[in-house]
């Protein structure tokens, strides 16, 4: 009994926002019901799953992996009470533990690293594979971008690449999975720099490592997904953009914005999703210059785009392969009859809200109630700014119809770094109560469902 007792004690908590919670739940299940009552009822067709905002969800449950989940929530327990997150090391480790435990909670080890891998027939793995001279296949992808699965043919050729490239060691897909768990799962050390070099203490920066990695959307899809290690890569933008501002040793910003202006290229080359990001650089470079006079992310965006141009005429020169066409040849698969707010209007408004409300799921509810107390004071807080653009453009590329078919949990991984910039002044204390709403939403999500197609 007393360890039970002390288990309650350990995830029960004052002054947090509890009405706010169940507020938002209360309105996900208002949300529930109208996705229902439109597709019953008024018989109107729209892309909007059946568990809505899931688009995509399979009921799933496997009592093998119950005992993962309480292996997985004993962790969080000895985390939390015995502060075990006093240094990077040991957070990365925990961090990476939980997701490897919230995964195999699906039931199996098939579940968790080869299906979102290999499962089915449609998965980057299955035309990587098929690629035998990279070379060849590369200086034909213009023609043959169509003709490849879903996947594949509405992203650039490094999605397929970079799989191609791990296949030298082993086309095993645990290890593909494995892989690309130690690329994604650097975010927890690059998160954890990011509020280092915002000024916050250790303690606050493990925690938010952490929590970080037991937000829904990261511990779902940081084992085995293309979307995570783009998400690592922006993480590293995120945290380069904030030295370049901070840092006085001219070395330094010189490193970083070298290692910046690669990453953002590197990411333009695995998702055409990469003109958010620059999108967001462009924006709050104009802020900076316009109100604080201030190049410095000015300077890192051209030198960005140089960088991105060269890498574009090399591969165009040496391998005939059109970066631009290949672009405009995804935006039509995705929109083959044009922008939706036209050819089907209903349907966009009701696939926008859905983009939205998945996101907001998969950060947590918990995470979502403590962001809607907050009072945000954007003057002379740059990094509040830049979370808030990085929102706004978002939204502006849902509103011109991107995301079409959902998946923003998985496909906007990114946006998770920026938004957890505006926890930065949250009281200490609120943190353990956001890890362990988080961590319990996560794993009742991972023991009750499958995310991947």
């Known amino acids: 009994m007393q360890v039970v007792r002390r288990i309650i004690d350990t995830f029960s908590f004052e002054n947090f926002p509890y009405k706010r919670v169940f507020l938002f739940l209360f309105i996900w299940i208002l949300s529930i019901m109208a996705n229902y009552g439109v597709k019953r009822f008024l018989n109107l067709h729209i892309d909007t799953p059946t568990y809505f905002p899931f688009s995509i969800f399979n009921p799933s449950f496997h009592a093998s992996g119950l005992l993962y989940a309480m292996l997985f929530i004993f962790i969080i327990y000895l985390t939390l009470r015995y502060r075990v997150y ?14 490897v435990l919230g995964n195999l909670s699906l039931g199996n080890i098939d579940l968790a690293f080869i299906n979102p891998i290999a499962g089915g027939d449609i998965q980057y793995y299955h035309n990587a594979i098929k690629i035998d001279s990279w070379q060849h296949w590369l200086s034909t992808f ?3 971008q169509e003709s490849l699965f879903c996947h594949a043919r509405t992203h650039p050729p490094g999605a397929l ?40 203490d250790k303690i606050f920066a493990n925690k938010i490592g952490l929590l970080y990695s037991v937000i829904p959307s990261v511990n779902i899809y940081s084992l085995a997904t293309l979307d995570a290690v783009i998400s690592m890569l922006i993480n590293l933008v995120l945290l380069g953009v904030i030295i370049i501002l901070e840092s006085k040793k001219k070395e330094r910003i010189v490193v970083w914005s070298i290692l910046s202006a690669a990453s953002l290229t590197l990411t333009s080359f695995l998702t ?35 960088v991105f141009l060269l890498v574009v005429f090399y591969l ?43 996101i907001a799921i998969f950060l947590s509810f918990g995470l979502i109630a403590v962001l809607s107390t907050i009072r945000y004071k954007l003057q002379h807080n740059l990094y509040i700014v830049l979370a808030f653009i990085a929102i706004g453009m978002l939204l502006l590329m849902f509103l011109a119809g991107a995301y079409r078919t959902g998946e923003t949990a998985r496909a906007c ?18 943190l353990t109560p956001l890890i362990t709403f988080a961590a319990l939403q996560t794993i009742l999500m991972q023991v009750l469902g499958f995310y991947f197609w």
């Open 316 to 358: 165009n020169q040496a391998y005939n392969y059109n970066y631009f066409v290949s672009f405009f040849t995804a935006s039509k698969l995705e929109n083959p009859h044009g922008f939706m707010l036209f050819s089907d209007p209903f349907n966009y408004l009701a696939t926008r809200i859905e983009d939205v409300f998945e």
């Open 413 to 430: 991984l990114f946006i998770v770094g920026f938004i957890l910039i505006l926890i930065k002044d949250i009281p200490r204390s609120l």
């Open 142 to 144: 213009n023609n043959t």
């Open 161 to 200: 690449l970079i799989e191609k490239l791990f296949f030298t060691i082993s086309k095993n897909p645990i290890w593909i999975s494995s892989i690309f768990l130690l690329l994604s799962s650097f975010s927890i050390v690059l998160v954890y720099k990011i509020f280092i070099e915002l000024g916050k």
């Open 86 to 99: 006093k240094n990077i090391i040991t957070t990365y480790l925990v961090g990476v533990s939980l997701i």
């Open 272 to 306: 055409f999703g990469s003109i958010y990001l620059w999108a967001v650089l462009g924006v709050f470079s104009l802020f900076l210059v316009y109100f604080h006079k201030n190049t410095k992310i000015l300077i890192l965006l051209i030198l960005s785009i140089i």
